[in-house]
């Protein structure tokens, strides 16, 4: 007697089949995008053994793909950030630099998908999944201009998107240029804590020790 195919299991192949395509496709735009952050749809698909009309059926467009990549990245990155419980002893500018060594560790290998993600048009999705990180440096803006340790001649909020738009410089001259791990992390640290009005030697004495390394590939890109 043959082998009775039931219902359901008509139904739950196909869904198998569409969940490792598209498992597929969100694997290959990491490692495509990683090694040229302009790649093509077609390229993506073709990495991931799919043609461009198969990407359709997942994702409306190449930009809604790229989205779900780095918004998925950025919420890993973001949960790799120092706590609030981390953070509650430090100085102000020492925490403002252990958010930026921590940022800077875990970007720092994948940084042409990094850059990507903080631009339009993913810019707000990311921004999202930051929003805790985001709220630990204006804080820490906060603190430091009530203390005096900070410039006072902008408010906390504007204070803290200027330090967010100087690690965002550093990520470009580092990708860039190429610069090493150990000098993209004195120089994101310099740079945030330079744009709050703490000079540059100073800065560098609240310099944390760098994270461990992680052992990670292109699939790990934010």
Request: negative net charge.
């Amino acid at each position: 007697m043959g082998c009775v195919t039931s219902p359901d299991q008509q139904v739950r192949a196909p869904r198998r089949d569409a969940a490792e395509n598209r498992a597929a496709l969100l694997d290959a735009a990491k490692t495509v995008l990683q090694g040229d952050p302009d790649a093509s749809l077609e390229t993506i698909a073709s990495a991931a053994g799919l043609s461009r009309r198969a990407v359709y059926g997942h994702f409306p467009s190449r930009d809604d793909l790229v989205r779900e990549v780095v918004t998925a990245g950025a919420a890993r990155v973001a949960a790799a950030m120092p706590t609030t419980s981390d953070l509650a002893e430090l100085p102000p500018a020492a925490r403002i630099a252990a958010i930026a060594v921590a940022l800077w560790s875990e970007v720092s290998h994948v940084r042409s998908m990094a850059a990507v993600a903080v631009r339009d048009p993913f810019i707000e999705s990311v921004a999202t999944e930051f929003a805790p990180v985001r709220a630990q440096v204006r804080q820490a803006c906060a603190v430091g201009i009530a203390e005096g340790t900070m410039r006072d001649d902008v408010s906390p909020d504007a204070l803290g998107r200027l330090v967010e738009d100087a690690c965002i410089a550093v990520l470009d001259e580092a990708t860039r240029s190429g610069t090493s791990d150990e000098d993209g992390r004195r120089m994101v640290v310099v740079s945030a804590l330079g744009i709050t009005g703490i000079d540059w030697r100073t800065a560098l004495l609240s310099e944390p020790a760098a994270p461990t390394p992680r052992t990670t590939s292109p699939k790990d890109a934010p």
